[in-house]
């Protein structure tokens, strides 16, 4: 029962963690104020908290950790991947070109933890054409 609650909690805040990227994304991309909204500033930082709070949860729940089990640490390493590379997306860019060019990296790194999520294995490349099978 409160692996099923931790999972919810996990996935919601993972939804809403690609929901908030992509959404700000597109107001960079226009060069939209919004971006720099009041909410903008603290709404994905509450939510990466809730992320990281309920994947520790979890991982303890069932009894898997970050640099002992192989496919959580390279979650781990990928996640910060992600940051570092939606950062530069958001705030770094010059341009749009430059910006497509972080964008896409980003979501390369956030399907790879994806993908690594369902398989549980760090070359989720390879289970994931048994995915799309």
Same mark, same amino acid.
């Given at each position: 029962?409160?692996?099923?609650? !931790?999972?919810g909690i996990h996935l919601t805040a993972i939804l ?5 990227? &992509?959404?700000? =994304? ?5 060069? %939209? ?5 009041? #909410? ?5 930082? #509450? *939510?990466?908290?809730?992320? !990281? ?7 303890? #729940? ?6 002992? *089990? =192989? ?8 996640? #910060?991947t992600y940051i570092v590379l939606g950062h530069i997306? &958001?705030?770094? =860019?010059? *341009? *749009? ?8 990296? %980003? ?22 054409? =048994?995915? !799309?099978?």
């Open positions: 029962m409160l692996f099923a609650v !931790l999972k809403t963690t690609i929901t908030l990227f &992509l959404l700000r =994304s597109a107001w960079a991309f226009q060069g %939209s104020p919004r971006l720099r909204m009041p #909410v903008m500033a603290w709404l994905p930082h #509450v *939510n990466d908290t809730v992320l !990281l709070v309920s994947a520790i949860a979890t991982a303890a #729940v069932i009894g898997q950790y970050p640099f002992v *089990n =192989s496919w959580l640490t390279a979650k781990v390493m990928a996640l #910060v997306t &958001l705030w770094r =860019s010059r *341009n *749009n070109t430059e910006r497509a060019f972080w964008f896409t990296a %980003s979501l390369l790194a956030f399907a790879y933890i994806v993908l690594v999520a369902r398989c549980h294995d760090p070359r989720a490349w390879l289970c994931a054409q =048994s995915l !799309l099978a």
